[in-house]
């Protein structure tokens, strides 16, 4: 797959969706929790080919929550070959509801299936850059890890950027463990 064509954006939620229906998005990745219901801004969009996912943020099991899978962040990328394929120039909009977790860890998938030589760091860096407050899902970055054959270079670049995360905004420690992210923390404390 080759990024000349791909020009691929977080939202930093449905709230800002409205902002994006001028700017040409060809294809939407939209992660939602499975009990929301669909956004109706794409009605105002111009024809693009969309695709949900329903799952909840999340990386343990616990009552009443949908975990991604695999299977998941495969139809993640697959949605990242077809794009690419097309042949046209392609904007990829990535959102889920707030825009830091489910919907930056499919970009950053995006991103390593679309230039596997390009080191994790790297794509990570640019991710942040993207999504500044950006906290990719761990266990989506570790299925898209192995299913690329990153050999855990996507999982350990994503620990050092929760932990410059946490560094910036100590107070995310208690939020992420109150959301049952407390592995993230801990693995990027161990740091």
Known sequence: MHTENLHLHTVCGLDELVEHEARGVSHVLSILDPDRADP???STYGAHQR??????????PAPGLVLPERKDVDTILAFGREAA???????????????????????????????PETPAETLIAR??????????????????DD?????????????????????????????????????????????
């Open 40 to 42: 109706t801004a794409f």
């Open 51 to 60: 695709i949900t996912l329903r799952f909840h943020d999340a990386i343990e």
């Open 85 to 115: 394929a097309s042949g046209a120039e392609v904007h990829i909009l990535v959102h889920c509801h707030v825009g830091i977790s489910r919907s930056t860890a499919a970009l950053a998938s995006l991103f390593a299936q679309s230039e």
């Open 127 to 144: 991710l942040h850059e993207q999504r500044e407050k950006a906290w990719p899902n761990a266990r989506m970055i570790a299925f898209a």
């Open 147 to 191: 299913i690329l054959g990153r050999g855990g270079s996507l999982s350990e670049a994503v620990r050092r950027l929760h932990a410059l995360q946490l560094r910036k905004r100590p107070h995310l420690d208690a939020i992420m463990r109150d959301l049952g992210r407390g592995a993230e923390v801990d693995a990027a404390l161990r740091g």
